[in-house]
């Protein structure tokens, strides 16, 4: 059984959807920033955590990307809102594959779960199964 449940945010929409296993967020309709995507962070992390969900989907929609200079920044935002307890698999539908990878590189380094996927189907995967 699942529960589903939508949120605004500082210029975007979540849509969560609570499964069994994990929670899924799509989040969409905005134009990605360092503002904007500290915000969305910090509002995932709080879905978790009032959910008392400790693996976390989210299926990004948002135009545009942040620059690399700012993942540094952004990955220790993550990890301010609690995502070192929080297994999390990451799809871009936009594709900034470059960009995702070079995060989730800094996010592994402060010792934060996540991984980046191309497909929703691998992240599913990983997230509930492991390695």
């Known amino acids: ?47 978790c955590h009032a959910a008392g969900c400790a693996r976390l989907l989210v299926i990004e929609d948002l135009a545009g990307h942040v620059p690399a200079e700012a993942l540094g920044p952004l990955a220790q935002a993550m990890q301010a809102a609690g995502f070192d307890r929080i297994r999390t698999a ?21 010792g934060l779960p996540v991984r980046v996927f191309a497909d929703e189907e691998s992240a599913r995967l990983w997230l509930v199964y492991g390695e």
């Open 1 to 47: 059984m699942s529960r589903a449940w939508s949120e605004a945010g500082e210029g975007f929409q979540i849509d969560y959807q609570q499964l069994p296993t994990h929670l899924r967020a799509h989040v969409h309709g905005g134009v990605d920033s360092v503002a904007l995507s500290c915000a969305m962070w910090r509002q995932l992390g709080a879905a």
């Open 90 to 110: 990451f799809v871009d539908l936009r594709d900034h594959a470059g960009e995702n990878e070079h995060g989730e590189i800094l996010c592994r380094e402060l």
